[in-house]
């Protein structure tokens, strides 16, 4: 069940670092019981922000208490009517616990770590980093991603992490861009521009590289995971310059990643960025740093990473790429992978892994109705329109017809079927296809080992569908279940999450959400029961834990299967041929490329102007 931290009677867990001359005091998590202490140290600063628009620097200096029993502030946002948890998991307001967590740009680098109690120095547990999705919103502090449930059980399978939450800057503050801003950073002696929000989790992994030891965790066993716009946020550390000379982690998780192929180089982001300071009236960066912060969170395009010439290692963009990537990455692949002495046994999953360290294992995954994040500007779509949209993207009539054709739309496509066409291709545009290309190009870098790929297709618990985000309610284990079996219909919500969702600055309350036909009984789906919630979140849980154990969590081989209706193990790769579009996306989509089909993608996930929607 989520929890809210109150007040506690019980005394305070007092935590004295040596090396930061301060003691952390923290809270015992409201899960605790006699048998099993969980303690937390909430809100503790881990690098501080010079300027807006500056890299941040690494936090050291503490006074000699330092409070950590609340959340510290969170980048600044927009506070929508609808929170994230209500748009994603279709919950009552009754089932979301109150959060009051303040926004503040200078103060919102700070991270929560939820571990076993009675930890030493010795102790060096794995520790486990979430990096947080939700675009240019949601927060490392949300109930949603709680540490207590996950740490509990790693506790009861004998297995005990350490678990770390981040929050990091957001939307213009973390990653806005432009010449002008480049040539202030090199003034002020930065490397690089943009990608702000990258650097602050690199400044987070450096804190818990060098500070976590403490705390009774091991700095040389991270291991990254994140869903979303959080796992496009790993992609681009795995894919970093700095990762190939000083790695800072060791094992990863993709789920769900909404990675742009596509990123702006610096002129182009710069082009979206004066935009919005014409808006605003100014001209230079110190009058956008005088600007009230408020005024920089409204609805603008959503930018994520820059690739600036420095951040991305070369040659990055040929990972996505089939056909020249194993000639740019021959030389690497010789260079840095290598095979341990005693090879892994194919039915071991007890057996420490061994790789290189700027070749992490990775475990990659996607849900299989991801695209439902963009189900209602998908619904305003219309046959023709589709039609039109795809034709002028593509610049080929072979082209768009067979793209086209391969998802059954066209002109004549019943309206009550265009939006679930038209889902598929975002779906498979924008997530499952880039999923399947992370996978490739990763196995191709690491000799075709050290990746484990998964498929989610276990329905929500209130929604009763794989919908994106499914996976967190299993995995952090803190959204309640439904009180019973009866249909709850999700909410349309304020929701957006990965880069260039444009907004229509005439439509500051856009909404995302589940297309609900009163007249069709397949929308009415029950909710799931507590057996089969229980066998996916112990799966999911169980195997996510031992992967940052270092152990394999199945067989390289083999895909693994979470739902649905509770179904979980291992299955051969043909079950591809059923729950993905494997044989159309080498039919349609590779004759395209990555480049074109993430614009299709994210061009239809946006919705269509106002002459093509279609007519209710």
Request: charged share 25%; with cysteine.
């Amino acid at each position: 069940m989520p929890t809210v931290h109150k007040s506690h009677p019980e005394p305070l867990p007092q935590l004295h670092h040596a090396s930061l001359e301060t003691t952390f005091c923290g809270i015992q998590h409201p899960s605790s019981t006699p048998d099993t202490q969980i303690h937390q140290y909430l809100g503790i600063k881990y690098a501080s922000v010079p300027a807006r628009f500056r890299q941040s620097k690494l936090f050291t200096s503490y006074a000699p208490i330092t409070d950590a029993s609340k959340h510290g502030p969170i980048c600044p946002q927009i506070k929508a009517t609808k929170s994230i948890e209500e748009s994603l998991f279709g919950l009552e307001g009754v089932d979301i616990p109150k959060q009051n967590l303040k926004q503040n740009e200078f103060e919102c680098l700070n991270l929560n770590i939820t571990c076993p109690a009675g930890l030493t120095p010795r102790s060096r547990l794995p520790i486990m980093l979430w990096v947080h999705g939700g675009g240019d919103r949601g927060s490392g502090s949300s109930w949603v991603y709680d540490g207590g449930a996950l740490v509990r059980k790693s506790i009861d399978v004998n297995k005990p992490v350490i678990l770390v939450t981040i929050n990091f800057r957001l939307g213009l503050f973390g990653f806005a861009a432009s010449p002008i801003i480049r040539d202030d950073n090199v003034a002020a002696g930065d490397e690089g521009v943009g990608n702000y929000g990258l650097r602050d989790q690199i400044r987070a992994m450096e804190w818990l590289h060098y500070f976590i030891g403490e705390f009774g965790g091991d700095s040389s066993n991270v291991t990254l995971f994140g869903e979303s716009s959080g796992a496009a946020d790993i992609l681009c550390h795995l894919l970093s310059s700095a990762n190939q000379t000083r790695p800072l982690f060791h094992r990863a998780i993709v789920q769900s990643a909404i990675f742009e192929h596509n990123l702006p180089d610096v002129a182009n982001a710069g082009w979206h960025l004066s935009r919005i300071m014409a808006a605003l009236h100014v001209t230079s960066v110190e009058q956008l740093r005088a600007i009230e912060s408020e005024k920089l969170v409204v609805p603008c395009p959503i930018l994520r990473a820059i690739d600036d010439g420095v951040f991305f290692r070369q040659g990055w963009r040929d990972f996505l790429s089939k056909e020249d990537a194993h000639h740019h990455h021959h030389h690497q692949i010789e260079e840095h992978v290598r095979v341990s002495a005693e090879k892994l046994h194919a039915h071991s999953r007890s057996r420490t892994l061994a790789f290189s360290p700027t070749l992490q294992p990775l475990i990659v995954g996607d849900c299989s109705s991801d695209s439902l994040l963009w189900s209602l500007p998908a619904s305003l779509w219309s046959p023709s329109g589709v039609v039109r949209r795809v034709k002028a993207i593509c610049q080929s009539l072979s082209k768009s017809s067979n793209l086209l054709h391969a998802y059954d739309i066209s002109p004549y496509t019943p309206d009550e079927e265009i939006v679930d066409r038209v889902l598929d291709l975002i779906n498979d545009a924008r997530v499952a296809w880039p999923t399947e290309r992370i996978v490739q190009g990763a196995q191709r870098e690491r000799g075709g080992r050290g990746v484990w790929r998964y498929v989610f297709d276990q329905e929500g618990p209130s929604r009763g569908i794989p919908h994106h985000a499914a996976d967190l309610m299993y995995l952090f284990d803190n959204v309640p279940l439904p009180a019973s079996a009866h249909t709850m219909e999700p909410e349309c919500a304020t929701f957006c999450d990965g880069p260039f969702d444009d907004f229509d600055s005439d439509e500051e309350d856009l909404k995302f959400g589940s297309v609900i036909r009163d007249d069709e009984d397949e929308w009415v789906l029950p909710a799931v029961d507590e057996w089969s919630y229980a066998r996916v979140r112990d799966a999911m849980q169980e195997r996510w834990i031992a992967f940052a154990h270092g152990e394999a969590p199945w067989k390289e081989d083999k895909v693994f299967v979470f739902g649905p209706e509770g179904e979980t193990g291992e299955r051969s790769s043909c079950i591809f041929e059923g729950r993905r579009r494997r044989q159309v996306w080498s039919e349609a989509l590779e004759p395209l490329g990555m480049q074109l089909v993430q614009k299709v993608g994210v061009e239809l996930s946006r919705g269509p102007p106002h002459g093509d929607q279609v007519r209710f």
